[in-house]
């Protein structure tokens, strides 16, 4: 449902006078795909660190395993981002790799669907200041079995992170 809304969004910002995120299926195979893009953000990059940083901020309620819960990341070598419901609940979405602070942001995992896979990912970030804002580029590289083969996950995947980041640049832009 929320790829279908997100032609919406993208039509909402060009109106609004905004850019809209440039994302792509860059290559899939049965093996494997990678996707990524980059998002002007008109906010200081230290505003956009701390934001994409703390993912419950952003990170859309519909496409969460458990109903009413957080997000957390841990910026420590094998920290995790992870998802906690109230009742105990919780799952391990990816793994931090490498945080060179304020610049980039390297995980390791599955999200979503993935986790049950064979396969397994690295989401990288990158942020550059650009005049008085920002410009993050990201990249989701996914590799490893996935019963009719993985090019098939490659647009869906695609479709949820340009989303996820539309709504890190409306926060990070919001400056709340």
Not at 82 to 101: F, I, K, W
Request: aromatic share 8%; charged share 15%; net charge negative.
């Amino acid at each position: 449902m929320v790829r279908h809304l997100f032609p919406l969004a993208v039509a909402a910002a060009l109106l609004a006078g905004i850019a809209p995120a440039s994302a792509e299926v860059k290559s899939a195979a049965p093996h494997g795909f990678e996707v990524g893009g980059t998002v002007a953000i008109a906010a200081p990059p230290a505003r956009v660190w701390a934001v994409l940083t703390a993912p419950d901020a952003w990170w859309s309620r519909d496409h969460r395993w458990f109903k009413g819960s957080t997000l957390s990341l841990d910026l420590s070598p094998g920290g995790c981002w992870c998802e906690r419901a109230a009742d105990g609940r919780v799952s391990r979405h990816l793994e931090t790799a490498l945080v060179e602070p304020g610049t980039k942001l390297v995980l390791q995992g599955g999200l979503g669907p993935l986790q049950g896979q064979g396969a397994a990912g690295g989401l990288s970030f990158t942020l550059k200041p650009e005049g008085e804002g920002a410009t993050l580029t990201w990249t989701y590289v996914v590799g490893g079995y996935a019963s009719g083969g993985l090019e098939a996950w490659a647009a869906p995947v695609d479709g949820v992170l340009s989303a996820q980041l539309a709504n890190l640049k409306t926060r990070a832009e919001a400056g709340d």
